[in-house]
């Protein structure tokens, strides 16, 4: 069985940072692509930023120079620094798998006052 659990969402000032954690279990997790993706209110499912096997990243235009996604394989982990947060991030961000299948967490909650 496969589960992504994120943790590390919450209510953060304009201008403040986060911290999104994301914990694999099931999977070999050094193979496969991790990503965030997030979903704020009334929008689509965008991807966030990815992060291969191999360690090269890709970020949405939006969020280039103010996240940084990262991954542990010794913890099967990856996680999101989110820095200089604004409104527009807020959304709920979901954790992602691909190899030859996509897996999904549940989700957290980020919010980000103005």
């Known amino acids: 069985q496969v589960q992504l659990v994120e943790s590390g969402g919450g209510l953060v000032q304009a201008g403040g940072s986060l911290r999104l954690s994301c914990a694999a279990s099931?999977?070999?997790?050094?193979?496969?692509?991790m990503g965030w993706y997030r979903r704020a209110p009334g929008k689509q499912r965008d991807l966030v930023a990815r992060?291969?096997?191999?360690?090269?990243?890709k970020y949405e235009d939006s969020v280039k120079g103010r996240f940084s996604i990262s991954r542990d394989n010794a913890k099967n982990t990856v996680y999101l620094q989110m820095d200089s947060l604004n409104a527009e991030d807020t959304a709920v961000y979901f954790c992602?798998?691909?190899?030859?299948?996509?897996?999904w967490g549940q989700g957290t909650q980020v919010t980000v006052s103005s």
């Open positions: 992602n798998a691909l190899r030859w299948t996509n897996y």
């Open positions: 992060i291969f096997s191999d360690g090269s990243t």
């Open positions: 099931g999977i070999t997790f050094s193979l496969y692509s």
